[in-house]
């Protein structure tokens, strides 16, 4: 069983910056893939970016690349997604995901545990 804990949500304005965390446990990680999904009210769950916890290799969506950064802590057992350059598009409910094994993928329904979601809120 993984146990996924998200933090960092909140309110920013439009052009801010935040940080969210995901700390993991129940499990030595070491060739599983951590991903960030979000999900906006009326919409779907959308990927957002995914990190290969052995060799750290990424993956973004289109819409947040270049202003998102996912990177993970081994020591910490901690997946991050460090978010500039927000926009009020980018309001939603941000949530941490696993799944087994080396293979990334950008589906939801792929992915065997998630935490509970961080709300975050950007402001124009």
């Known amino acids: 069983q993984v146990q996924l804990v998200e933090s960092g949500g909140g309110l920013v304005q439009a052009g801010g910056s935040l940080r969210l965390s995901c700390a993991a446990s129940?499990?030595?990680?070491?060739?599983?893939?951590m991903a960030w999904f979000r999900q906006a009210p009326g919409k779907e769950r959308e990927f957002v970016a995914v990190?290969?916890?052995?060799?750290?290799?990424?993956i973004y969506a289109d819409s947040v690349k270049g202003r998102f950064t996912i990177s993970r802590d081994i020591a910490k057992n901690t997946v991050y997604l460090q978010m500039n350059s927000l926009k009020p598009e980018d309001t939603a409910v941000y949530y941490c995901?696993?799944?087994?094994?080396?293979?990334?993928?950008?589906?939801?329904?792929?992915?065997?545990?998630w935490g509970q979601g961080t709300q975050v809120t950007v402001s124009s």
């Open positions: 995901a696993f799944r087994y094994g080396s293979r990334w993928s950008s589906l939801s329904y792929e992915y065997n545990y």
């Open positions: 990190i290969t916890w052995s060799g750290g290799d990424t």
């Open positions: 129940g499990r030595t990680f070491r060739s599983d893939v």
